[in-house]
């Protein structure tokens, strides 16, 4: 018996991009068969790219899919390919199709569609209920998507023990957050070794939109060990050998029953048989790779390059060359700017400090010292004169009323205009700045600090903001440490402290925002935690009532378990007199 | 046997008002019982409103829900109660609780799940799988909600055949859209001939952010005759005299097995028995209600209606007082002014003219007429101070670079500010006055023009707007003639027009728009309708382009069949470079 020489296409597609993915598949398909892969996977849907949200609902978009498909069969002569693409009788489907030595083999359809969190599939796909086993004679392979791996008695447990399959391949386009990585390393081991198959999980890289795909790609043997690793937030293809003789030998002696008289109806599922035109253990001229296992990153740098790769694909997949932000001399500024840099690179990056009566000297300095130290451009754009033009256009209509938060809200919008011009002008893409915190109880203003095109810190409750700003500057001390150790201020008013505007202090409020955002959390339950009430009561009402800013917000890069915009839905219109302290 | 006395209490709750909802209920449940009605129906999740969305994944919130409902069982004596509500066990469901003299008789759980357009059941709800029959012995009730009721072979075939019911009520939370209150008219009608029911279908009422519920409750009688019939767009409590005691009779004679051979597993389907504990045909004092049947309003009337009541409720539901919006003196204003008035009252909409050097003299003399005929106040801010100064600010960066968009964005982000100041100031809400043609082509100025709360016009296109502004003129002429001759303008640079701008004049615009937005046709199929291909490639090339504005967009109203919003989900991040003339 040869051994199977396995190939992961960890790929950084494009949403709609047929022409483009298709080629990208087609490359790593040469590269493959060059390096005698006898099996190449690629993500889930890799080539519409995921998720292609309504465009799905366009026929001519589905159809295109199929027909670039077409355009690969003809390639695979040599190797046998896994490839994700929406197929389509009456209604749609998840699937990935197998194509071998010029011909399309057969499909599998996705059984287990997400529509919780960030997904919709229900709203697309109808589930799959036949699970295909593709086989050269000895070896049995299985195919799932995504989903269908995460549920103990579901496709794996059929494949595996009414399909006798010896390997099974997992498409995904598995989102990050923070600790995913850890748990798509447990659950492919315990799946593999609960039913003695080899697992390989193949995931998308790279940015869409609110979504960044990690990567993170690995093969487990039969045991559960891990046989290989693919790159972090990276592009990449992963080729090892697998020592399929072991599975199959272990099939041939004892068949995987161990659990399924516990599934009555496991029996009834149809496991139809599809014969490969190419034995998947060929014999190979070149040596075996040695075995690559890239590292999981750690919590801090995984969530950093995460918004690193979130803003270097936003911005390059929408086609803008540079960006600019506000720089405030703040650390939620002093930290996005950053993250763009290590995006983007210094030149593609334009710091703006927008000064009023109201900013510190300290402020303008730790701007300047922030944009020398990352070697990036920095505009001074005051705003005072066109603060008092429009107070003075105002002061008819205002009528003398007291100054209130509108004159804050004013300077803000002022600011958000500049912004806007400069990237109207020059066709930068303006980088929003505010954190989770700040979306979270709606301490951010509207057209304001809120304007651009990508905000992203949106994700990242602010005492995260200044860990991953220490983390930053622990490797090159680029943010000064007078940022780290002032009193947070939007500099809106005198002597202005967000403390005093806010419910409670960050170290207070971020717990309570987790507790009650991610959490599902009563006020009460909250409480129980040991928080204040009146202050509980507080944030959860200024979380209800800020809900239409959010509504309005630019995305953000998902990294938490639930990030606001497509992972949240909320009602605007919402009356919660019970729970909160809402008039 | 006596006749029974259906009511349908076609109720405007609120989304999250357990407390306020539940008094709306038992207010309802009393006029019923002076009124002694028999049976009364509410809409689906009468008391957490709908959509209630991720509110559903606060297990406190659904907890306060049975909470709730448990507080109207005690006040059923003398009534049969089908109300709306939240059903849990280990998952959760859309569920009807039917209540009886004190006792809680049983619960049906919504089986056929939305889970497309702006519907994301699926997300919440697992489907019920039981189809109970309520019974006195004499009438057999069946319970269905919203969707199950659409699906010729579902719930309703399988209440009628297989558990042999008399008489269907639906409860709806079904929005409107332009020729809904017709299709929601032949399908029940339809569905009562076709199985021999008695069918009563109560639908919520009112508006909850970008959906308009219209009412226009009903029953139909056995051969799909229309009794009763609710009124639109207000809150109603339809009593009916329905004589049950015929298709009783009729099932009796001949069970209702027409086409039950047709469908193999329909007799697997439990339709377990429930008694109810007062019979549903008790002889009453008082003396039937004459049937009332409101007139279904035709097409413009409707959408200017649903327009009207999402407008108030948006706007008295979030607790606003006032509304405030920039007068242009052009026909998207002065309509958005119009049902803001029919909405609100003259007292609580201010109009605020914004003169800059581009503005003609017309649109100013034509904003002051408008205001001047809806009798509310004007307010008058010009731009020019504050446009200079921030050219002034601007010009370092700008450097002598040429006039261009930049500067006309910057006039409208300057009025988007100042109506903002007004907002924060006073209180009022911004209506934003951009129109789905506009939407649809990114016309519009982020943070401009598109700044506000509600964007009233988001799903009427401009051509509509003629048409609806031309309905209300004819009521009452208030919008000058001048209006709807002059050729459309945003008036930010001298002699600029629309058409100029725009791939096509409106005319062309929109159907080109409607076949590529709301029905999902190709470049290609567009083209082959007598559209020129350059043109359509333009329009379809924007529509994608300038999705990243529309995310950021206020809510609308929808009044089509697709709106943008939640009803159409389309990624930013997108390469369609085969479609589109995109570069």
């Known amino acids: 018996m040869g051994s199977l020489r396995l190939g992961l296409a960890q790929l950084n597609v494009t949403v709609g991009d047929l022409e483009g993915n298709l080629r990208a598949i087609v490359d790593c398909n040469k590269r493959a068969r060059a390096e005698e892969v006898d099996l190449l996977v690629f993500p889930e849907l890799t080539l519409t790219g995921y998720p292609p949200e309504d465009l799905l609902l366009q026929p001519h978009f589905v159809q295109a899919n199929l027909d670039h498909l077409k355009k690969l069969i003809p390639q695979t002569k040599g190797i046998t390919v896994v490839v994700g693409f929406v197929d389509r009788d009456h209604d749609l489907y998840n699937a990935a199709a197998v194509l071998s030595e010029g011909k399309w083999v057969g499909t599998y359809r996705k059984a287990m569609l997400p529509n919780y969190g960030v997904f919709d599939e229900c709203r697309y796909f109808k589930p799959g209920r036949e699970f295909p086993i593709f086989t050269d004679g000895t070896v049995r392979l299985g195919v799932t998507i995504c989903e269908d791996i995460w549920h103990p008695i579901g496709p794996v447990q059929i494949e595996a023990l009414q399909g006798q399959a010896d390997l099974i391949v997992n498409l995904s386009a598995s989102p990050f957050h923070t600790g995913r990585g850890a748990e798509r390393e447990a659950m492919p081991s315990t799946r593999a070794r609960d039913y003695e198959v080899i697992l390989a999980f193949c995931n998308l890289v790279g940015g869409q939109d609110e979504l960044v795909f990690d990567g993170l790609s690995g093969i487990w043997n039969a045991s559960g060990k891990l046989v290989a690793r693919a790159r972090s937030f990276e592009e990449d293809l992963l080729i090892a050998e697998v020592d399929v003789s072991q599975a199959v030998r272990r099939r041939l002696q004892e068949p995987r029953w161990r659990f399924a008289h516990l599934s009555e109806p496991l029996s009834k599922v149809p496991t139809p048989e599809m014969l490969l035109p190419r034995s998947l253990l060929k014999t190979k001229k070149s040596p075996a790779p040695k075995p690559r296992t890239e590292p999981i990153p750690p919590t801090l740098e995984a969530a950093y390059r995460a918004l690193v790769k979130g803003t270097h694909d936003y911005v390059r997949k929408n086609r803008f060359k540079q960006v600019v932000l506000g720089l405030s001399g703040g650390i939620d500024s002093a930290l996005v700017a950053c993250i763009a840099v290590d995006a983007l690179g210094t030149k593609d990056v334009i710091g703006v400090f927008m000064s009023s009566q109201f900013s510190s000297q300290a402020s303008h300095e730790d701007a300047q010292k922030l944009a020398e130290a990352l070697n990036i451009r920095l505009l001074e754009l005051p705003i005072d004169g066109i603060f008092n033009s429009s107070l003075q256009t105002l002061a008819v209509a205002f009528n003398k009323k007291a100054t209130d938060k509108t004159e804050e809200n004013l300077q803000a919008r002022i600011r958000g205009t500049l912004l806007m011009a400069l990237s109207n002008k020059f066709g930068w893409l303006v980088l929003v700045t505010g954190n989770k915190s700040e979306f979270g109880v709606g301490y951010a203003t509207l057209y304001g600090d809120m304007a651009g095109g990508l905000a992203v810190l949106k994700d990242v409750p602010k005492t995260l903001v200044y860990e991953l700003a220490r983390w930053r500057n622990a490797k090159d001390p680029v943010i000064p440490a007078r940022v780290f150790k002032k009193h ?16 409670a202090p960050y170290r207070m409020l971020d717990p309570i ?4 955002i991610e959490e ?24 209800n009532l ?3 800013k959010r509504r309005q917000a630019p995305i953000g890069i998902k990294i938490s378990p639930r990030a606001f915009g497509k992972d949240r839905r909320f009602p605007i219109t919402l009356h919660l007199t ?6």
């Open 578 to 583: 019970a729970e909160t302290d809402e008039p």
């Open 488 to 503: 947070p201020t939007a500099e809106l008013r005198h002597c202005q402290r967000d403390e005093d505007d806010l419910p």
């Open 513 to 516: 925002l987790k507790a009650y």
């Open 546 to 548: 800020s809900e239409y």
């Open 520 to 543: 599902d959390c009563s006020v009460e339950e909250i409480v129980e935690r040991g928080f204040p009430k009146e202050i509980v009561q507080r944030v959860a009402s200024l979380v």
